[in-house]
């Protein structure tokens, strides 16, 4: 069952738009969930902490750069796990990372992800923090828009968990609102 709780937040906080959205990865939408609309708001980032607290061992935790990092930071705090975070590129300066942060070779690793669609911004994070030593085979993410990120994650050997999908996001879609 979908957290309703969340989703009552995500819509107060005005994270769900409906329109014409170019997304990401090229494709368009008649929908947004506008992750910095909900990764700024205490109350939905509170329960987004909570609900992912609940699914969680003891692996260490990665958040994905950038939409990641303040979900991972928020759910560290709450689980006391250690975090670390997966960049999308290589820095040019400093270390030069691409996962910033102490971890382990072998340590088991939950990845912290924002909005699934295709998933790839999930599976490179996982290869960087797998090449870097570590275990990766779970994403959990706050909505799976439902658009073939599950597949995706599956052929790399990573298991996609949401807190919420679209599908229950936009249900009972409000009156006069165009899908």
């Known amino acids: 069952?979908?957290?309703q709780e969340?989703?009552?937040?995500?819509?107060?906080?005005?994270?769900?738009r409906y329109g014409e959205f170019?997304?990401?990865?090229?494709?368009?939408?008649d929908y947004y969930v506008d992750k910095?609309?909900?990764?700024?708001?205490?109350e939905c980032l509170e329960r987004i902490a909570t609900a992912f607290a609940e699914r969680l061992g003891d692996d260490k935790l990665a958040g994905v750069a950038l939409g990641g990092v303040p979900l991972v930071a928020v759910t560290s705090v709450e689980t006391g796990l250690p975090y670390v975070?997966?960049?999308?590129?290589?820095?040019?300066?400093?270390?030069?990372?691409?996962v910033e942060g102490e971890l382990i070779e072998g340590e088991n690793v939950a990845v912290i992800e924002d909005i699934?669609?295709?998933g790839q911004s999930a599976v490179d994070a996982a290869e960087a923090l797998r090449d870097a030593g570590a275990t990766v085979t779970r994403v959990l993410v706050v909505v799976d828009r439902e658009e073939g990120a599950s597949e995706n994650l599956a052929a790399h050997g990573l298991e996609l968990e949401s807190l919420v999908t679209a599908s229950e996001l936009l249900a009972d879609t409000p009156e006069g609102v165009d899908r």
């Open 22 to 29: 170019e997304l990401s990865h090229g494709g368009t939408s």
């Open 6 to 16: 969340l989703i009552a937040a995500l819509r107060d906080a005005d994270a769900v």
């Open 1 to 3: 069952m979908a957290n």
């Open 116 to 118: 699934a669609t295709t």
């Open 85 to 98: 975070i997966a960049r999308k590129s290589q820095k040019e300066y400093g270390t030069a990372n691409l």
């Open 36 to 42: 910095y609309v909900f990764e700024t708001n205490p």
